[in-house]
């Protein structure tokens, strides 16, 4: 889906548009002064109603800006990170981070979707139900800083990075919600045969029963609104920075380093990190045909790829031809690595 610039973030009038860097930095976020409407964001919104919609649910959730993306417990609404709404704090965020999450319709619709099951908790206080919690857990479980996924495990679905469903009983309902509400998702045939499948039945279900309904909980509040966080944007990084610090593993550097070439020495070549984002289709494709796994996990390890190579400043060092094969077999290995020991440990 394509944007006009005008449409992806109506007005740009804003008196930091161009400041230096640095300056920016000490703005306050409360005083940003962005508004999501007339945004790209703003659409996806209306395509998310629209998504309920046929979906015959009542409930639309509001939705606010924040500093990150969230549904606070008790408020059946979506928080969105206000670096969204405005280009020059997108650069900034993929400076910063390395990455923009939710920047793209795409990633935008996949959060989106996965806040509003948290949204349709809350809203009828599902988490309380014996069923819920038979094919989720109890959502009283207390959340974890960290957890470790088991990326072959067929007992939750496939939809944010990181095997999100698996972080906490809270998240895999949100997440198998999310897979649910997408369009065209085609989820019967997909997890057919995945002990998976039964919480999307279930969830197929409890929305007949529920969907149509006015919620009990019916409350507007906006915790964290951007309007009241007084923090600046460089007390914004450094939190974040810091707690994300290990989301990225460097137990690829060694085999990126073999395969790219230092800045020092490749100046006038491509960043790896584009060559990767420019192919990263086509490798996809030929990594899940030679391995017989989904997507999914082929595109996690390519982010964090990517990832470390904007961090190593590493470029390209060979044609892209023969790149494109070296990074395919690089990225093979890497898959059934990561399959049958593991991905490490991720933040929550």
Not at 128 to 138: I, N, P, Q, S, T
Not at 331 to 342: A, I
Request: charged share 30%.
């Amino acid at each position: 889906m394509r944007y006009s610039r005008r449409r992806r973030f109506g007005q740009t009038d804003v008196p930091w548009e161009k400041w230096p860097r640095e300056r920016l930095m000490g703005l306050r976020l409360c005083d940003l002064g962005v508004k999501m409407a007339g945004t790209w964001v703003e659409t996806c919104i209306e395509r998310l109603y629209a998504e309920l919609q046929a979906k015959g649910i009542r409930l639309r959730p509001h939705v606010w800006l924040s500093e990150e993306w969230l549904s606070p417990g008790g408020v059946p609404g979506v928080a969105v990170p206000f670096y969204l709404v405005h280009p020059r704090l997108i650069r900034l965020e993929r400076r910063m981070m390395l990455e923009v999450e939710g920047g793209t319709p795409e990633e935008c619709m996949k959060l989106l979707r996965h806040e509003t099951g948290h949204a349709i908790e809350h809203a009828f206080n599902v988490h309380r139900k014996r069923l819920w919690r038979e094919h989720f857990g109890r959502a009283s479980e207390p959340y974890p800083d960290y957890y470790r996924p088991n990326p072959a495990s067929r007992r939750f679905v496939h939809h944010l990075d990181g095997w999100y469903a698996q972080s906490h009983p809270e998240e895999d309902f949100a997440e198998t919600f999310a897979v649910w509400l997408q369009p065209r998702s085609g989820w019967r045939r997909r997890y057919a045969g995945w002990p998976a499948l039964k919480k999307l039945k279930y969830v197929d279900q409890l929305m007949k029963e529920i969907g149509g309904r006015r919620s009990p909980v019916r409350s507007r509040a906006t915790p964290y609104a951007l309007g009241r966080l007084r923090k600046t944007l460089r007390q914004y990084y450094e939190e974040k920075r810091e707690w994300y610090g290990v989301a990225y593993s460097t137990a690829y550097d060694p085999h990126l380093r073999r395969l790219f070439s230092p800045a020092s020495e490749g100046r006038g070549r491509g960043t790896a990190a584009a060559f990767i984002r420019r192919n990263r289709r086509e490798l996809r494709r030929l990594v899940c045909e030679a391995t017989g796994e989904y997507q999914f996990t082929v595109d996690h390890i390519l982010k964090e790829m990517t990832a470390r190579c904007q961090e190593l400043g590493l470029r390209a060092k060979k044609p892209e031809r023969d790149l494109k094969l070296d990074m395919a077999v690089l990225l093979t290995v890497q898959t059934m690595r990561c399959l049958y020991r593991g991905s490490g440990w991720h933040a929550v």
